[in-house]
């Protein structure tokens, strides 16, 4: 299938078709060489093919999962994905290298809906309905792929391993015959008169660019630039992209002594400096683990996730107040703790603590140095008025946060394409028709436990079947 160019200018340059198009390497587009810039007229280029293309930009999961499902629905679509780095690379370091694909327990539309800060409201409705966990737990085991559901509803791979997820999509590509191009990136779209999208593909060096037309366009390139620079110039608005999954910094040197430690509950409250507003998604339940930083693990990183736009503001500063003891009211710590001043009189507070609290020793000694009480205190010598503080300590032990750390590489933004501007039920803009979206690249984010992926599965099947079916006459 070739695709016949006129001349293009591209800043000082005009580009034209090279006598033959280039076959190598699976390669779909024409090969290219520039000239000086003339004053000819510069035609639009007319693809005279009689199949159509969906050109999708961003070999992720949401691109990957989209391109799948339309080829699917239309075989003799020509689908070409265009990725700038290595496919699927987000999906292969997922979950610690198992690719945590999905979340098991929220099969419910309206509780799944509620784990994104970034889309809780809008995904209410028939998103999740037309394609939810149970829908992508299926396609993968019907692919081949046998998956687990852990306790906490994190759905992994059977074999541990994010490469079975991988090999499963390339090979699912591959045998429908979607072209994957690899080292170019899509850098300019604007629409023809001919309700087609031009498209300049750049290659490694920014010289070096091709220009296509495309009859569809799914942009599907994560948190990037390429894709809000591409919306952009295609009519759509762009909200500021912040980080979302960040772990926090802590400004406590004797913190970082503790690295390593978890905590199996923590009840976690998030204060921000000047936001007003109730924010109830700010304390969050969950293990939390002390890092030589600060603070990680799940509940820390929900917190990060629904505080991400405010903490934005604010330099991301505020105050980390940490409850150890969730499920034991304060009353309750400080009688356990008088309980066992009264039996161990004569031991070492340092050395000698209640069980109850499910606390190590190392966090132990963190806690009352903050009081005041190592060295060779013993419990005897331990007034009310100390004991109460150690215990309001284990209830409301505040933290001076000062930044925030990347989550090793399963970093998500917040921001993007507003959701207003496109419709949830095809995934196609409001704004260009069969212009298509899905993924990151939306103003759209969920916490941690696989809500990212469901995301991509979803909004990458329901593009998927739009184009399909558009593409086929339905």
Known sequence: MNFPLARFAHHSWVFSEAATTSKSNGRLFPTLRKRKLTSTAIPRAQNKSSEELLVVVGAGAAGVYGAIRAKTLAPNLTVVVVEKARPLAKVKVSGGGRCNV??????????????????????????????????????FSDHGVELKTEDDGRVFPVSNSSSTIVDCLMSESTRLGVSLQTGKAVVTASPTDGQKFLLGIEKRTPSAVEYIEADYLLIASGNGKQGYSLASQ?????????????????????????????????????????????????????????????????????LSAWGACVLSTSGYKGTLILDFTPDVHIDDVKSILTQHKNKFAKQKVANSYPTEFGLVKRFWKYILSRQGLLGDILWASISKDSLFSVAHMLKHCDFCVKGKSQYKDEFVTAG??????????????????????????????????????????????IAGTSIGKQAVGA
């Open 416 to 461: 993007g394409v507003p959701l207003s501007e496109i419709s949830l039920n095809t995934m196609e803009s409001r704004i260009q028709s069969r212009l298509f979206f899905a993924g990151e690249v939306l103003n759209v984010d969920g916490i941690t436990g696989g809500f990212n992926f469901q995301n991509a599965w979803s909004g990458g099947y």
């Open 234 to 302: 295609l009519g759509h608005s762009i909200v500021d992209p912040v980080p979302s999954l960040f772990t926090f910094k802590i400004e406590d040197s004797k913190l970082a002594d503790l690295s390593g430690i978890t905590f199996p509950k923590v009840k976690a409250k998030l204060k921000i400096e000047n936001v007003q507003r109730n924010i109830p998604q700010l304390t969050q339940v969950g293990p939390v683990l002390v890092t030589h930083w600060g603070f990680s693990g799940p509940a820390i990183l929900r």
């Open 102 to 139: 999905t979340n098991g327990h929220c099969v419910d539309t309206m509780m799944l809906a509620e784990n994104y800060p970034r889309g809780h409201r809008e995904l209410k409705g028939a998103f999740f309905n037309t394609h939810g966990p149970v829908d992508t737990m299926t396609w």
